[in-house]
Each structure stands twice: as structure tokens, then as C-alpha cells.
């Protein structure tokens, strides 16, 4: 039986692994640039202030607990939203290790964009292996799903929510918050369409019912 999903599963791993990987090094280049982090980076900042613990394992930690959130709404996670809450934490930590910090304006603006353009083009990966969305977009999709609200209103509502929360706990806000909010999608929707890897639909099978064989029509 040769069924062409299969024959992309290798690639469809690879792709989600290499992004989730650099999805935390993106993390890393941006709060290195320490000119204003992501809205969940800003949280995770915050209570990295608070507590002895890496600024990996709070993002493990963070992502379990949005993954509870999803109980009430009823999203289901993918491997890939498993996946993305076990390893980006940990890449962003390997990202720590390898890029320094500096009093360099100059330089800090660059790790922003460096990290900002790592950053998307991670997302775009991740999520054209169509292995499910991370923790924190599921979230946002969940709750436009259950509330009705617009996609825009929900996810401001969550990154309001948890920058006020990080800056109260002593995260970086700054002109990067802003940057990030406004050019982190325009960013993501070029790469997921670059990355996007496309998946039969049921109704594209087609075959002989008794040879057992099934084909991908076209």
C-alpha cells in the first residue's frame, strides 16, 4: 500500500523538530536584545525574577499550565503542541548559553531582529508540519471557538493579560513589545506559507477496493 502521507512523515518531523529548536533560539536572540521581550516571554521573565528556576523550565512549566486551560474548552492537542511544550524551553536555554548579553545598542537591536525573523520563521515550520499548534495558540483558537469572540480580540485579550502580568512581576517591556506585536504576523503568515506542507484530504484517496491499494487522485 503506498499512501504519500507516509512518504512525508520524515520530512513533516524534521520540520517540526528544526522548528521548535529554533523557535527557542529566537526566544534567546530576542530577550538577549533586552529592548522589550515577546508578550509570554515578558511573563516568563517576570517570574524568572521571582523564582530560582531557568528561564527554560519556567517556559515548560507556563506551557503545562496553558495546556490545562484547554480542558475546559475542549482543545484537543497534537504531538506537535506536546512537543513544543517539552522543547522550545529548553533550545531557548541553549540559546542563553551561546548568545551574550551586551551594552551595545546597536547589537541588541540586531539580536532582536535576528531573533524576530528566527522567531517566525520557526513558527512557520512548526506549524506547516501540521502537527497540531503550540500550547498558547491553541489557547487563542479554543477560546475564539468557544466564546465566538474574533481571533484579534481573544489573542490581544491573552497578550494584554500576560505582559501586564510580567511587568508587574519585573519582565522587559519596551519599543521591541511593540515591535514584535505588530510585525510577528505578517511575518508568520509569509513562512507558513513558505513551510506549509500540504496533507491529502480524506476525499483525495482513491483506488481499487480490491487490490487494497490506495493512491493520492492527480
Given at each position: 500500500m503506498i499512501r504519500l502521507r507516509g512518504r512525508r512523515m520524515p520530512?513533516?518531523?524534521t520540520q517540526l523538530l528544526i522548528g521548535l529548536f529554533l523557535y527557542g533560539i529566537g526566544i534567546a536572540f530576542?530577550?538577549?536584545?533586552?529592548?522589550g521581550a515577546a508578550p509570554w516571554d515578558?511573563?516568563?521573565?517576570?517570574?524568572?525574577r521571582q523564582v530560582p528556576?531557568?528561564?527554560?523550565?519556567?517556559?515548560?512549566?507556563?506551557?503545562?499550565?496553558?495546556?490545562?486551560?484547554?480542558?475546559?474548552?475542549?482543545?484537543?492537542?497534537?504531538t506537535g503542541t506536546v512537543l513544543n511544550a517539552l522543547l522550545v524551553g529548553p533550545s531557548a536555554d541553549v540559546g542563553f548559553s551561546v548568545i551574550p548579553q551586551t551594552d551595545v545598542l546597536w547589537i541588541r537591536v540586531v539580536f532582536f531582529v535576528i531573533g524576530l525573523l528566527v522567531l517566525s520563521a520557526a513558527t512557520g515550520?512548526?506549524?506547516?508540519?501540521?502537527?497540531?499548534?503550540?500550547?498558547?495558540?491553541?489557547?487563542?483558537?479554543g477560546l475564539h471557538r468557544r466564546t465566538g469572540w474574533p481571533i484579534w480580540v481573544v489573542r490581544?485579550?491573552?497578550?494584554?493579560?500576560?505582559v501586564a502580568a510580567g511587568w508587574a512581576l519585573g519582565g522587559n517591556v519596551g519599543v521591541g513589545t511593540v515591535a514584535f506585536a505588530l510585525l510577528v504576523g505578517?511575518?508568520?503568515?509569509?513562512?507558513?506559507?513558505?513551510f506549509a506542507i500540504r496533507?491529502?484530504?480524506?476525499?483525495?484517496?482513491?483506488?481499487p477496493p480490491h487490490t487494497g491499494e490506495i493512491r493520492l487522485a492527480g
Open positions: 520530512r513533516r518531523v530576542i530577550v538577549r536584545g533586552a529592548i515578558v511573563l516568563t521573565q517576570g517570574i524568572a528556576l531557568s528561564f527554560g523550565t519556567i517556559t515548560i512549566l507556563v506551557s503545562i499550565v496553558v495546556l490545562l486551560l484547554w480542558i475546559p474548552i475542549r482543545q484537543r492537542p497534537g515550520l512548526y506549524i506547516g508540519a501540521a502537527f497540531g499548534p503550540g500550547p498558547r495558540d491553541g489557547l487563542m483558537t490581544t485579550g491573552l497578550e494584554v493579560t500576560v505578517p511575518l508568520c503568515q509569509f513562512f507558513m506559507r513558505l496533507l491529502p484530504e480524506p476525499t483525495d484517496w482513491v483506488g
